[in-house]
């Protein structure tokens, strides 16, 4: 059974940094395309991150810069560090698994405020 579940949301201040992790079963992270996927209050689904199995990384222009994804295989755990975080950040973080985004968890919320 696949399962996906993200940590490491909270409260940050304008400027701060955060480091999600979504810790993943069913199949080793690094054999899989995988994903940071956000929704803002009130805005649609936004992609912002992915990481396809030969470790090319891509970002949305709006992060690229500042929020860096990665995996540890071993732990089978995908992360996103984010830096430099914005109060257009605030929103509900997920990881999702497979090339089609077949898997998702059920999220972790960033409040960027002071």
């Known amino acids: 059974q696949v399962q996906l579940v993200e940590s490491g949301g909270g409260l940050v201040q304008p400027g701060g940094s955060l480091r999600l992790s979504c810790a993943t079963s069913?199949?080793?992270?690094?054999?899989?395309?995988m994903y940071w996927v956000r929704q803002a209050p009130g805005k649609e689904l936004e992609w912002i991150s992915e990481?396809?199995?030969?470790?090319?990384?891509y970002y949305l222009d709006a992060v690229k810069g500042r929020f860096t994804i990665s995996r540890d295989n071993a732990k089978n755990t995908l992360y996103l560090q984010m830096n430099s975080l914005k109060s257009d950040d605030t929103a509900v973080y997920y990881c999702?698994?497979?090339?089609?985004?077949?898997?998702w968890g059920k999220g972790t919320l960033v409040t960027v405020s002071s």
């Open positions: 990481t396809k199995p030969d470790d090319t990384t």
């Open positions: 999702a698994k497979g090339f089609g985004m077949d898997y």
């Open positions: 069913g199949g080793t992270v690094g054999s899989y395309w």
